[in-house]
């Protein structure tokens, strides 16, 4: 089968298009023919091999062998299963994370029947279904269940128009909250198309310097820190950072002191978001931002545009015709 590889941590063209070894299902596992893949920001730190601790899981010097296929979602066609699946049968068409598996840069993939898959949406293609992935169910993730997100509070979304930023200003839209999403001027009218009730350029504006303002201050691209932060939440308020090891202990020292006022988290196992986020699109309530599609032989240029941290929504990869 044709698969993207890198053999070696460092800049996009340490990506090629190869022929190599199609993968062949195990018991519990399910074979999934790839239509559609994405390229996310997390992925662009996997291929550079950074945060260096990061490398503890990817490979100490290069990508572990079985790590050297990239691409954390997919979506495509159930077309074998091993002899203990119940859950799904060929013909099945899936959406799913591949986490630390990742390989859904490839024609086909195969993944537990257990793992973060789920039947895709039955209004989207292919494309958009991939798309609906990592930044929908990390964003419910840190909205529902980390922030708590409730109806009438004020919820400031920073990186507004990033995968995660796109899901979040409409997941907390839908939540009943009051938002405010931060993003550069070019990405006004996208985000208050989303539903954001108030929008701040960050280039013109700092978002940080309001006082008393938001109940969640929810950092999707964590540009910001608690610590400038602290002045613009409530007083019980919090904020919710996708990244940095730094937010952790602050985090453990908030929670001594009985506020619980940093709320870092790490969103791995998405197979019931999976399901919420299937119910939410086939309910019209999400939209999908898709901003470039690519062929799987144009690897190397998704990733430049990626890599650049200006993306709109979601980039995806078409790996067949039919997406
Ligand atoms: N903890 C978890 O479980 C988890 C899960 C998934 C991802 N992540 C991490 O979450 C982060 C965000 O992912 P993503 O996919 O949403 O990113 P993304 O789509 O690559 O974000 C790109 C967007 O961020 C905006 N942006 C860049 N700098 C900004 C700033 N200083 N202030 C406000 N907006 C800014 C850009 O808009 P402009 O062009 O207007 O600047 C662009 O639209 C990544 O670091 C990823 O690794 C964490």
Redesign the pocket.
Known sequence: MRAIVHERFGAPDVLSLREVEQPVPGRGDVLIKVHATTV???EI?MRRGRPLWGRVILGPIRPRRRLRIPGLELAGEIVAVGADVARFVPGDQVFGFTGFGVGACAEYKCMPESASLELKPANTSYRQAAAAV??AT?AL?FLRDIARVRAGQHVLI????????TYAVQLAKYFGAEVTA???A??TELVTSLGADHAID?TAEDFTTRRNAYDVIFD????SSFRRCRGALTPRGCYVP??RLRNWPIAGWTALRGGRRVR?????DKRAALASIKELIEGEQLRIVIDRDYRLDQIVEAHRY?ET??????VTISVTAET
Do not use: F, W
Request: with cysteine; proline share 2%; aromatic share 4%.
């Open positions: 996310t920001a997390a730190l990592d930044g990390t993730y920073n990186g507004a128009s990033g995968s995660i930023g931060v993003c550069s070019r990405n960050y999707a691209v964590t540009a996708t990244t870092p988290g790490m969103s791995i990626v941290g200006r993306k709109r929504g979601n």
